[in-house]
């Protein structure tokens, strides 16, 4: 069984940083894309940055420069250091990974996700 574990987030304020961190554990074969989405109240979930297992990151235009997504290849952490946060950034923020478990095949595994709060 795989699980994804998220800590952090919170209520902050604008201007302020915020680490969100997930942790995979579990039967594992190995692990593509790892990343985080988050959705704000009556909107559709969205993506925020994804880091594949070459090192390549993609970031959604609305947090370049802000946001930086890394990745811990020997704990199967991945890392999102929030920079500079507005009230817009505020939303739930769902760790996402592309995982294939042993004997199966790669799917999309979510963690439950976390309250990001921005505002003052």
């Known amino acids: 069984q795989v699980q994804l574990v998220e800590s952090g987030g919170g209520l902050v304020q604008p201007g302020g940083s915020l680490r969100l961190s997930c942790v995979v554990s579990g039967s594992i ?3 593509y894309g790892m990343g985080w989405y988050r959705q704000a109240p009556g909107k559709e979930r969205e993506l925020v940055a994804t880091i594949y297992s070459g090192g390549s990151t993609n970031y959604a235009d609305s947090v370049k420069g802000r946001f930086t997504v890394s990745r811990d290849h020997a704990t ?3 890392s999102l250091q929030m920079n500079d946060l507005k ?3 505020t939303a739930v923020y769902y760790c996402n990974a592309q995982i294939r478990p042993r004997g199966g095949h790669q799917v999309d595994y979510w963690g ?3 309250q990001v ?4």
């Open 29 to 31: 074969f190995s692990i």
């Open 76 to 78: 199967n952490t991945v």
């Open 87 to 89: 009230p817009e950034d």
């Open 112 to 114: 439950q996700g976390t």
């Open 117 to 120: 709060t921005v505002s003052s």
